[in-house]
């Protein structure tokens, strides 16, 4: 029991501080100003500072894909392995955390089922949040976490004869 409650809480304690990275990340005023302009001067220097802070977001958690996602389904800025892709999606609306996520309030969060990345074929959980203007939600900040290294730090620690079974909330198996 004592091991259990303390993965449960390693494992709370991760997905707090992975939704604490995007509350952080969209503290910075280029997210926001991004949407507020038309002019492609301007976004391109708000592109600019939106990369650097995606960029520190993948020094301090094992991001496989991250991205700024317009409320019509449009990828903005795209970084897959800690590098930007210029090959941005226009149908990002069709994944099962964006519906959701665009419907939630401002600073909130949003951590989805466990899927596989079409980006990266690995087991990934996304973690997004909706970015308001005005009242509207314009957009999501978005990104993936490998269930792998999730487990990986959940097996630290476990002694001969001990086994760790990990479940989604719907009963399906994610890691033994």
């Known amino acids: 029991r004592a091991l259990v409650n303390a993965k449960a809480r390693a494992l709370f304690i991760k997905h707090r501080r992975a939704i604490k990275a995007l509350e952080s990340t969209l503290r910075n005023p280029s997210f926001k100003?991004?949407?507020?302009t038309e002019d492609v001067a301007q976004r391109t220097a708000r592109r600019g500072d939106i990369e650097k802070s995606m960029l520190k977001v993948q020094r301090y958690f094992a991001v496989e894909e991250m991205c700024l996602i317009d409320r019509d389904g449009h990828e903005l800025v795209r970084m897959v392995g800690g590098k930007f892709d210029a090959h941005l999606s226009d149908s990002e609306h069709q994944n099962p955390f964006f519906?959701?996520?665009?419907?939630?309030?401002?600073?909130?969060?949003?951590?989805?089922?466990?899927?596989?990345?079409?980006?990266?074929?690995?087991?990934?959980?996304?973690?997004?949040?909706?970015?308001?203007?005005?009242?509207d939600n314009v957009g999501l900040l978005h990104y993936e976490h490998e269930v792998a290294s999730i487990a990986a730090e959940l097996f630290e620690g476990l002694g001969t004869g001990q086994a760790l079974l990990g479940f989604d909330e719907h009963g399906r198996l994610l890691f033994d």
Do not use: K, Q
């Open 33 to 36: 100003a991004y949407f507020m």
């Open 99 to 135: 519906a959701p996520a665009l419907a939630l309030s401002e600073n909130d969060a949003l951590v989805s089922d466990v899927y596989v990345s079409p980006d990266t074929g690995r087991w990934v959980m996304a973690y997004v949040m909706p970015i308001a203007v005005g009242g």
